[in-house]
């Protein structure tokens, strides 16, 4: 049963109605009489012009390092830099034996999945198509990603960067494992490195994400993990080692 | 007509009474202000940052057929069906027709304040299907019966006790008052409905015309499983939540979490830009966005007020209004609450039905001063006032303008007007506030000034003669 689209004749009445020019905003004000209206239209600033009003971010990695940690603090994400990457399946070793994980989830990627394989649980692979359910069931689950973004303290993850688009969000412990090369300094640049690794063929989902799971709904006090993941730890890895 | 201003009246009356009400939610948004300040105060410059988010929605408001066309075509060569909705009823019908097509009995939906703007939950409850709604605070709002109260904080009206109480009776769970667990009693019950839907339902913050991707934000998660899990994902969205480029959302997205929530960026932004790709492990099979006019064009051929179209839906102008604090989200008996729905809604639903919102304002700026998108909400209040008498004057109106403009040109009637008014005066005492005051409305809650002894032109003109006596005399 095809409905008809009503595109051609929103279009039209699109059109028509932007036949009247509309007023601008200037220091605060409409100019309703459109006095300083010159008829040549000045393009909207871009995403490099943004940076001089956004929160401002440090030059250098290790400021961007040292942003990244104090938002990942804040966020209640726990954030582990790592000498190397025995340290940080030390460390995961550690959280599975703590947390009690019975089974972890991960997918093909050059480090996350040698990481997940080592601490020698059972481990679901999303890469070749997955039971919702049995994803469902896995304690962890441990993933790559694109760029992490100092600003605000997010990960970026991709279909291909993070196994999928549930992995990353089902399990109640997220894990990413990043690099220090994948420290962007803001959502401008981390929005420009999608574009560079990606355009025209863009994944069809990639998110951000900033901080584990979270609600303000009732009476707008802070819950850790409403829909998706309770914790997120975030290890970073030196460069090269991956 | 007139039901919908008496309901709002009477609506707001009772609220403005219940100080356990105002209590709650002066409380919520006072915690809110504290942490919007915080993180405004970490930008360099909020103002700047305010105006360009302002020009770029400009460009794609004044632009809409060129953009939204580029939004719609990207989105189609990946798989994408679109479907543009005239009105809210072709966008049910169509939606409708996609559950039937696909024997879909489960929905889950994440937050679309578009889906309630045309009733889509009670029209695919009619067909027979089971919508849950997964955001924490429309969950607690739809076991109730009830519409948000807020177009981003749903349930800022229930304290964790009424909310116990709703899950106890609607979920058979233990009694607590403990925010944690009824979050966790949410999440238990919404996990197996992600797995078993048939089909998600969303709403979308952003449409990037030039990647033909759809923008969704959120803190809970429910969204990201909302469109992760089922095999079907529906996307419906207003044409005006376009953005030209994809870095523009490097300025959009932490302005939206900031004015809205007091949050530097929500917990997930993410963007879609079709169903599951070739190569892909999970994301549905079925992609469709349905982009809904539902009157927005009238609004856009309004050139005064196009600038209201900018709105990102972030109600901060709600958080900040006396009128909001006073009345409350469920008095103005509409989809968007506060003054960013006083302006829209008489465009969307009819002026001389929804007039009444525009007067329900102290016109103090408020709203203006710190929507992020520089909608100049206040004046529109105004320019809504004007329009509507221009439309439909008021019969009782001209003929009293006509004699105050009678009255006001003949010095002498004016004197003795004044006189008059003076004289009869007292008499009013007898009936202040009663029913049968012509005042009432006025003295219902205010105190009506008493008139001078003397009037200004009196006490001008003794004043003079005083001076000339003073001059007279050496």
């Known amino acids: 049963m095809a409905l008809p689209d009503q595109r051609e004749a929103v279009f039209v009445r699109i059109r028509e109605a932007l036949q009247r020019p509309a007023p601008h905003r200037h220091d605060g004000h409409v100019d309703y009489d459109m006095s300083g209206h010159s008829g040549v239209e000045t393009p909207p600033p871009e995403s490099d012009a943004f940076r001089a009003w956004l929160p401002s971010v440090g030059p250098s990695i290790d400021d961007q390092i040292t942003l990244f940690a104090q938002n990942a603090a804040q966020l209640k994400a726990d954030f582990r830099p790592v000498a190397s990457l025995d340290e940080a399946a030390r460390q995961l070793a550690a959280l599975a034996s703590e947390n009690g994980w019975k089974r972890v989830a991960s997918h093909r990627h050059s480090v996350a999945s040698g990481v997940a394989e080592k601490l020698g649980l059972p481990c679901l692979l999303t890469d070749s198509g997955y039971a919702t359910a049995e994803l469902e069931q896995c304690d962890a689950a441990i993933t790559g990603c694109d760029a992490l973004v100092a600003q605000t303290g997010s990960v970026l993850v991709t279909n291909p960067s993070a196994g999928g688009r549930a992995l990353s969000v089902l399990p109640p412990h997220h894990i990413v494992i990043a690099q220090r090369s994948q420290i962007v300094p803001d959502l401008a640049s981390a929005l420009q490195l999608v574009r560079k690794l990606y355009a025209p063929n863009w994944p069809s989902f990639l998110s951000f994400i900033t901080g584990p799971s979270r609600t303000g709904d009732i009476e707008r006090i802070l819950v850790l993990g409403a829909h998706g993941p309770k914790k997120l730890t975030i290890f970073l890895l030196p460069y090269h080692s991956l | 007509m007139i039901t919908f201003a008496k309901d709002f009246k009477s609506a707001a009356d009772r609220v403005t009474k219940d100080l356990r009400h105002r209590g709650l939610i002066q409380r919520a948004l006072h915690s809110y202000e504290v942490k919007r300040d915080e993180f405004k105060g970490r930008y360099q410059n909020w103002n700047e940052a305010r105006q360009a988010a302002s020009e770029i929605k400009w460009e794609a408001i004044n632009h809409l057929d060129k953009y939204l066309q580029e939004f719609i075509a990207k989105l189609e060569a990946r798989g994408t069906r679109v479907y543009v909705a005239g009105t809210g009823e072709q966008a049910r019908d169509y939606i409708l027709g996609v559950a039937k097509e696909n024997n879909v009995r489960t929905i889950i939906k994440s937050k679309s304040m578009t889906a309630e703007e045309i009733d889509l939950n009670e029209a695919l409850e009619h067909a027979g299907c089971t919508v849950f709604e997964s955001d924490l605070g429309e969950y607690i709002v739809q076991l109730r019966h009830e519409k948000p109260y807020h177009l981003v904080f749903p349930a800022m009206h229930l304290t964790r006790e009424e909310i116990s109480d709703l899950f106890q009776k609607e979920l058979g769970s233990e009694p607590t008052n403990s925010p944690e667990e009824l979050t966790m009693i949410a999440r ?172 329900a304002s102290s016109l103090c700026g408020a709203c203006t001063e710190t929507c992020p998108v520089g909608i100049d909400l206040h004046h529109h209040l105004l320019h809504n006032r004007r329009n509507a008498m221009h439309e439909k004057p008021l019969w009782w109106e001209k003929i009293a303008y006509a004699g105050f403009v009678f009255v006001m040109r003949r010095p002498t009637l004016y004197r003795i007007a004044g006189k008059l008014g003076a004289l009869f005066f007292p008499l009013h005492k007898l009936v202040n506030g009663t029913p049968l005051d012509p005042l009432r409305s006025w003295t219902k809650t205010r105190e009506f000034p008493a008139p001078a002894h003397e009037s200004f032109s009196e006490y001008w003109r003794k004043k003079k003669s005083a001076k000339e006596v003073n001059r007279g005399t050496p």
């Open chain 2, 188 to 359: 238990r019950v919404m996990r197996q409905n992600y797995c078993r839907a048939d089909m998600g339902i969303s709403g979308a913050n952003f449409a990037v015309a030039e990647t033909g991707m759809i923008s969704i934000t959120e803190n809970e998660g429910n969204a990201r499983l909302t469109t992760a899990l089922p095999k079907i994902h529906v996307a419906i969205l207003g044409i005006e939540k376009i953005v030209p480029h994809l870095e523009d959302l490097a300025l959009f997205l932490p302005m939206l979490a900031t004015a809205g929530a007091g949050q530097p960026l929500t917990c997930y932004n993410s963007l879609f830009s079709g169903p599951r790709q070739p190569g892909e492990v999970d994301g549905p099979e079925q992609f469709h966005v349905v982009l809904l006019d539902n009157r927005r064009t009238e609004l856009l051929a309004d050139a005064e007020q196009r600038d209201s179209l900018h709105c990102i839906r972030c109600g901060a102008c709600l958080n900040v209004c006396p009128i909001f604090k006073n009345v409350g989200g469920h008095s103005y008996g509409t989809t968007y609450q506060g003054p960013i729905g006083s302006v829209i809604t008489p465009h969307l639903r009819g002026l001389q039905n929804w007039k009444h919102l525009s007067s």
